[in-house]
């Protein structure tokens, strides 16, 4: 076979392959068996972060797992606070429905604004829950949370 110039059948690479000749194999040994799966779990967990739907990567994504699990208890605020320190604004209709449940007005204030670029790039579509969340705090006593929630019901 190595003298010839005719390229070899998908059958005798797969041969090759097979008897341990061909290149493109596994590493051989337990030590290369183990580096090679390491490299692998980092390039995944690099691929991962890259297609997160979260902003920031692994921190966004740590910082949204947070926030998630915070999500009707004390902590709510904290863990906002923690996300818009770290990340930014939330840019998901999830994460921002989140937000606009915690306590404290700027953050509500940042999650509406959010929501009215969303509008105003044609990206946003209110319904269920998250349309139920604008049309009560358009109705809140404070001005700026209403007109905010007003603007993105119109």
Excluded: N, W
């Excluded at 994504?61 to 709510?76: C, F, I, N």
């Excluded at 937000?99 to 204030?109: G, H, Q, S």
């Excluded at 946003?124 to 993105?152: C, H, N, P, T, Y």
């Amino acid at each position: 076979m190595s003298g010839d110039d005719r390229k070899m059948t998908y059958s005798e690479r797969d041969r090759l392959r097979r008897e341990g000749g061909g290149s493109g194999g596994r590493p051989r040994g337990r030590r290369a068996q183990i580096e090679d799966e390491k490299r692998s779990r980092d390039a995944l967990a690099v691929a991962d972060s890259l297609f997160t739907d979260e902003a920031g990567g692994e921190e966004g994504k740590e910082l949204a797992d947070a926030v998630r699990a915070a999500h009707g208890t004390p902590e709510l605020t904290a863990a906002c606070r923690a996300y818009v320190d770290g990340v930014g604004p939330p840019g998901s209709i999830a994460m921002i429905s989140i937000f606009l449940d915690a306590d404290e007005k700027d953050l509500r204030v940042s999650a509406l604004d959010e929501l009215l670029r969303l509008k105003e790039a044609g990206d946003l579509e209110l319904d269920g829950g998250l349309k139920r969340q604008v049309r009560i705090l358009s109705e809140d006593f404070d001005d700026d949370l209403a007109s905010r929630a007003e603007d993105i019901l119109e």
